[in-house]
């Protein structure tokens, strides 16, 4: 979500904005932290799917 504030907007309308914002529902990343299991190192993953290009 993008929200513009223009130059020379009023407090109330800045405020209005910055509390609908808050009240909108957002992705929470940290709820998968660490919950991929790798069986190999990433950066070898990497360069096999890089090498799969050529």
Same mark, same amino acid.
């Given at each position: &979500? @993008?929200t @513009? %504030?223009?130059? =020379?907007? +009023?407090?109330? $309308? %800045?405020?209005? /904005? ?6 909108? *529902?957002?992705? +929470? /990343?940290?709820?998968?932290? =660490?919950? @991929?299991?790798? *069986?190999?190192?990433?950066? /070898? %993953?990497q *360069?096999? &799917?890089? +090498? $799969?290009?050529?």
């Amino acid at each position: &979500m @993008v929200t @513009v %504030i223009k130059k =020379g907007t +009023d407090k109330k $309308e %800045i405020e209005k /904005a910055l509390s609908n914002l808050k009240s909108t *529902k957002r992705f +929470d /990343a940290y709820k998968y932290c =660490g919950t @991929v299991k790798l *069986k190999e190192y990433p950066l /070898a %993953i990497q *360069k096999k &799917m890089r +090498d $799969e290009w050529e």
